[in-house]
């Protein structure tokens, strides 16, 4: 297992599971542990839902919800909570800190 599918799992194992996508969720939660390295702690609901939109468009094109975040009702946005306080628990958990660490002190000046 990659570091990657270590962190993908981690959020996965985070969420309540009535809160997990039943199907094709993989790719949804590769792109949730990007957010891990890339935002961490500071992962934001409009983060989650961008993700989440990259997901969607590839299963179903034409869902209701496949819109800007600011554009979502606030019981649609809030949908978004637990995926991100999940993110955010597993960018601060002790036991993949040298995986995001590694992954998140990259040299940007390339």
């Known amino acids: ?27 949804l939660y590769e792109l949730y542990a990007l957010l891990v390295l890339i935002h961490g702690h500071e992962t934001s609901l409009a983060d989650v839902h961008d993700a989440w939109s990259v997901w969607m468009g590839k299963i179903n094109p034409e869902h209701e919800a496949l819109v800007p975040f600011d554009t979502l009702s606030r019981s649609k946005q809030d949908e978004d909570q637990p995926f991100r306080d999940a993110i955010r628990r597993v960018a601060k958990d002790p036991t993949l800190a040298r995986l995001i660490h590694r992954a998140s002190t990259h040299d940007t000046s390339r």
């Open 1 to 27: 297992m990659n570091y990657i599918d270590q962190i993908a799992s981690a959020v996965r194992d985070e969420l309540n599971p009535e809160d997990r996508p039943a199907e094709h969720s993989k790719a």
